[in-house]
């Protein structure tokens, strides 16, 4: 008789082997030294390989706070990614029941006794913190957490609300870190952890629910994997080249029939997206326009025990991101991003490493236009060459179907005084290059691309003609994309763009071209302003949101599936 265990056994033998279309020796991934956070070894634990070299791995891990980081960054940095990946070797029985006493009460200990929260302060991090600790306190039930001076029970009531009310919020007003090119990645693994694990039947379904909305969101600004336009903090190698961020390796996993790299927690879950998901990728009909608003990422307000819902009530504004999708390109800004309020001090934490433009091209992920404000990377990735620089807040940007205007006005005298464009000349079949001007040509397109202080072609490393490099302290920018069809050449293109002036203002910080103003403080087209805060959280013609009602409506093809966090309840017509 096959009992439970080894039926949920070769459920996930199944999954690998035949939907996701790799073997196990695949999803394992190949023996790593540099297994910093133990999922690789769990993983080769629960298939029986090299089993003394994955325990000693795990060990190492579940020891945590009594040896340096392997990297030699500041322990309590990241000791909430091992928290959360060491949760799957407690609650995998195929794990946790091949390991020795030794190992179970450094496990014990890495919970029990130590603080595994981290000192950074996003919210990313707040949640990860908490569904690892309110997973741990389930585990080790009747046991006292020694660092927390609470009793695994205070722990579990505490952490359960602060879950549900975290999951509620973002279901209302969209995450922090939004569309994260690598940290979306990491609440994807925080939520299929709780999913997995909890035993709580109405969090367990509003994991699955949240999932699923962020699968949907991430498909409104993709084309396949190439997920387009602005983000939220990114690092520089997901920028340049997606194939490697982790929203990538989310849509192969779940949508694609493509060997990927995926967390432990997905690998050994029953969740997958919910019919309606796959019916927008297989129905929904370019072109189209998606509008999002997203809540102004407030770090100190999740940190403490308590949520601070009187300062959270304070944040009222929002950043209103903009994307066009049609058959041949994605573009999309950041179009307006409201100041915070005086007394609320995340402010600092304004536009941090974020992709404020883009215009992303069929073919490869590494076919786009963007510029950035500069800045020379430092040990933390803080401040970086492709994710612009931390706490200078210059930038305004703006775009429409076929249309960006950025302007850049660094006022602090201690930033870098220049902004760079990554703009990978080889790829277009013909250029011509201006003083001030690039148009290029590019399969069924022409793009131009204006630069007000003119720019310099990198020759130098690894981004040699594929990085343009703009001196100054004050910058605007133009890019217009347009088919090919409707000129008779990639000259004629030039001179029409020529022929509509562009004026920019470095007094009063303006910047207007072919009826689209910009300036600090706003934007219009046509004389009609722009209203700003957009009123839906999601608004593209398959997902509708108002803002902050926490039901998303999803309608394709006839089929209409209502997501109700108030009530935990999906409802389909």
């Given amino acids: 008789m096959v009992n439970s265990e080894e039926k949920r056994a070769a459920g996930i033998k199944k999954k690998l082997t035949e939907r996701y279309a790799f073997d196990t020796t695949i999803a394992v991934h190949p023996k790593n030294p540099g297994d910093i956070y133990g999922d690789h070894a769990i993983l080769h634990i629960i298939e029986d390989d090299d089993l003394d070299n994955a325990k000693r791995m795990l060990k190492y891990v579940a020891d945590w706070f009594l040896h340096p980081h392997p990297n030699g960054r500041e322990l309590r940095g990241e000791s909430d990614f091992a928290a959360i990946r060491l949760i799957v070797a407690l609650y995998e029985e195929r794990c946790y ?14 919970f029990l006794d130590n603080d595994f929260s981290s000192f950074y302060g996003s919210e990313n991090h707040s949640i990860m913190f908490r569904v690892s600790r309110l997973l741990a306190s389930q585990f080790y039930k009747g046991e006292y957490f020694n660092f927390y ?43 299929t952890t709780l ?191 492709w994710t612009g620089d931390c706490g200078c807040c210059c930038g305004s940007f703006y775009a429409n179907k076929n249309t960006v205007l950025a302007m850049y006005n660094i006022g602090n005298p201690e930033k870098e005084q220049k902004i760079n464009a990554y703009v990978p000349l080889p790829i277009f079949e013909n250029k011509i290059l201006e003083k001030n001007y690039l148009f290029l040509e590019y399969e069924k397109l022409y793009i131009s691309l204006y630069l007000s202080e003119g720019y310099r072609i990198n020759k130098e490393d690894e981004f040699t003609d594929r990085e343009l490099i703009c001196e100054g302290s004050q910058h ?16 004629s293109f030039a001179n029409s763009i020529k022929n509509k002036p562009i004026v920019y203002d470095k007094t009063a910080k303006t910047l207007s071209f072919d009826g689209i103003e910009l300036r600090t403080d706003g934007n219009s087209e046509n004389g009609v302003e722009n209203i700003y805060p957009y009123k839906k959280t999601y608004d593209c013609p398959f997902m509708q949101s108002d803002w902050d009602s926490k039901i998303i409506t999803v309608k394709i093809g006839g089929k209409t599936v209502i997501y109700d966090f108030n009530t935990t309840e999906v409802t389909e017509n």
């Fill in 149 to 191: 001076k609470k009793s695994a029970e205070e722990i579990y009531n505490i952490d359960t609300k602060y879950v549900s009310d975290f999951i509620n919020f973002r279901a209302g007003r969209g995450w922090g870190e939004f569309d994260s090119l690598g940290y979306t990645y990491e609440i994807v693994l925080i939520l």
């Fill in 195 to 385: 999913y997995n694990y909890t035993d709580n039947p109405v969090l367990k379904n509003k994991a699955r629910m949240m999932i699923d909305i962020i699968m949907l969101d991430m498909i409104a600004d993709s084309k396949g994997d190439i997920y387009g336009g602005a983000h939220g903090r990114s690092y520089p190698q997901q920028i340049i080249d997606r194939a490697h961020a982790g929203m990538a390796y989310l849509y192969r996993y779940y949508f694609t029939n493509t060997p990927t790299s995926i967390f432990t927690a997905g690998l050994l879950s029953d969740y997958l997206p919910s019919p309606i998901v796959y019916e927008v990728i297989q129905k929904r009909k370019l072109p189209y326009e998606n509008r999002e608003r997203k809540h102004l990422h407030c770090c100190s307000l999740w940190a403490g025990e308590n949520i601070k819902w009187d300062i959270l009530a304070k944040v009222t504004g929002g950043i209103s991101k903009y994307t066009y999708l049609c058959d041949d390109y994605i573009l999309g800004a950041i179009n307006r991003q409201e100041d915070y309020p005086k007394d609320v001090g995340d402010k600092w934490y304004a536009h941090h490493q974020q992709h404020e433009w883009e215009l992303t091209l069929n073919g490869n992920e590494r076919n786009k236009i963007f510029t950035h404000h500069f800045a020379i990377p430092d040990s933390h990735s803080v401040n970086n060459r």
């Fill in 97 to 110: 029941g091949k390991l020795s006493d030794d190992i179970k009460n450094s496990l014990k200990s890495f």
């Fill in 476 to 491: 605007a920018v133009v890019l217009r994309v347009e088919y090919k069809e409707k000129f008779e050449s990639l000259e």
